[in-house]
């Protein structure tokens, strides 16, 4: 991470490739993760995918706002609503 700019970060710290982190407006860096620990095995960072996947039923479900430019819903709402933010582990099995 540069500085801890805002953005969407490959996490080399993972030993799996294709795990992400995101850094959110308020410096917060787990704003993308999941919720608690993986109740069957060592909990990990999401991969793109799953991110992906997630933020595509936040616009379906009309979480976010979206408009003739994409999605626009400020970027601090990671921030204000990280519950919303994180994966849970169950859609994932």
Not at 8 to 28: H, K, L, M, N, W
Not at 29 to 56: D, I, M, N
Not at 57 to 74: A, F, H, I, K, Y
């Amino acid at each position: 991470m540069v500085n801890r700019r805002v953005g969407f970060y490959t996490d080399p710290a993972d030993e799996c490739d294709g795990f992400v982190r995101q850094i959110a407006g308020s410096g917060y860096q787990y704003s993308v993760g999941f919720s608690g620990q993986c109740p069957w095995e060592p909990s990990r960072s999401p991969r793109l995918a799953e991110v992906l996947t997630h933020w595509k039923s936040l616009v379906e479900d009309g979480t976010w706002e979206v408009d003739e430019n994409g999605v626009s819903t400020p970027h601090d709402w990671f921030t204000a609503s990280s519950s919303l933010a994180k994966l849970q582990w169950m859609d994932y099995v």
